[in-house]
């Protein structure tokens, strides 16, 4: 049984070695994966066509810079799919990528079987892509609870919701279990977790404002500490960016270090992003803070949704304070800050949120083996020539 997969990013590749997993443990058949994934895809037997940290970029203006590159990858890959034939062909995430190739492949191959995992963020942006989806794909597993409804709503493909592979994290089952123990706050210094992100640009157009609040914290809550992860990718920027901070946090290293620092952090100051979700249910009352790229600001009415962000998408209401641009004041989110740090009501309000947010992202079973359920059955379709169902949508 052949399945490829088109992962174009970091968080992606994860996913879609935790499927390729379970397709393994799932199938009878022997399953030789082919496509694009990255090192996590690597350890479970796929040989990239290349390598997927070209396509890991982010912003229009990025992407306009790489164009003709991108435009060359896609092409290779169309006709790598197309020779290949595979019986399922799998796209995650990577929207503008992997949804061109995934149409490019259907016309040549009409009867290809293609599912997507992590489909746009139709509920924040561009909700026309859902269009453009159902044109390429047969059927979309999401991550979020709400999105089965959003696909329906904008003329999306039969949509599942799969759960989110962070319900599965032992880091933050850890983290939980360790926050059910009574633990008295009043007894340590308040602690700070500042994020701010994983990607150059993000921490080009953030570092110097979130350098500024924590100073502006710090005059307002002396004791306060800060703790800031940095992945090994993007550390020297970091550090070159802390010389211009006023006061300094400590700079953790390492993937154990970063969950410790959610399991011991009383607030966060964070870019906006999936980290938002990641702090939502390790139960750390946040902050969200975002710029974009220029090019990107200039495209900023294509954004259509309430928030941006994700624990207030899940809860239907506001509830992570959310600054953009000219609302990123230091001033006010030092303000915000210290709200959350102390036994106020801001802070009650968030933790009961949380609360409903992992309630109402429970599943049966975890993503990875719903996904790979779902691909095998269309896998067998595929072989025994059987016409491709009208697969109802659920949530």
């Not at 801001?346 to 083996?369: C, H, K, S, T, Y």
Request: proline share 8%.
């Amino acid at each position: 049984m052949k399945i490829a997969f088109l992962v174009g990013e970091e968080s992606a590749d994860r996913i879609g070695a935790d499927v390729l997993k379970h397709l393994r443990e799932q199938s009878a058949a022997e399953i030789e994966a082919i496509g694009l994934g990255g090192t996590a895809m690597r350890e479970q037997g796929l040989e990239s066509l290349f390598d997927i940290e070209e396509l890991s970029i982010i912003g229009v203006g990025a992407i306009v810079a790489r164009l003709p590159s991108l435009l060359g990858r896609l092409r290779q890959t169309v006709r790598y799919l197309v020779a290949q034939r595979p019986d399922v062909i799998v796209t995650i995430d990577s929207f503008t990528f992997t949804n061109r190739v995934a149409l490019k492949v259907r016309k040549a191959l009409p009867s290809a079987r293609i599912v997507n995992i992590v489909p746009p963020a139709i509920w924040a942006y561009r909700p026309k892509r859902a269009e453009q989806l159902a044109l390429a794909v047969d059927r979309s597993l999401c991550l979020f609870p709400f999105e089965p409804e959003a696909m329906q709503r904008y003329g999306g493909p039969p949509a599942t919701y799969i759960g989110h592979p962070l319900m599965s994290e032992p880091h933050l089952r850890r983290i939980m279990e360790k926050r059910s123990e009574p633990a008295d706050r009043s007894a340590r210094s308040p602690r700070l977790l500042i994020l701010p992100g994983s990607r150059r640009g993000e921490i080009h157009r953030l570092m110097d404002d979130f350098g500024r609040t924590f100073a502006e914290l710090k005059s307002r809550v002396p004791a306060v500490e800060a703790v800031l992860p940095a992945v090994p990718r993007v550390r020297a920027l970091i550090e070159d960016k802390l010389r211009q901070w006023p006061v300094q946090p400590t700079l953790l290293d390492g993937e154990d270090a970063k969950w410790e620092a959610f399991a011991t952090s009383d607030a966060a100051l964070a870019a906006s992003g999936t980290v938002a979700l990641e702090l939502a249910l390790a139960d750390v009352p946040m902050v969200l803070a975002y710029r974009l790229d220029p090019l990107s600001y200039q495209l900023r009415h294509l954004m259509t949704g309430w928030t941006a962000a994700l624990p207030n998408f899940i809860a239907g209401h506001p509830l992570v304070p959310e600054h953009f641009h000219d609302m990123v004041v230091p001033e006010m989110l030092a303000r915000k800050l210290e709200r959350l740090l102390a036994p106020k009501p801001e802070r009650a309000a968030q933790l009961a949120g949380f609360r409903d947010i992992r309630e109402r992202m429970l599943v049966p079973e975890p993503p990875g083996e719903a996904a790979a359920r779902i691909i095998l059955q269309m896998a067998d379709e595929a072989q025994t020539g059987a016409e491709a169902p009208v697969v109802g949508r659920s949530s």
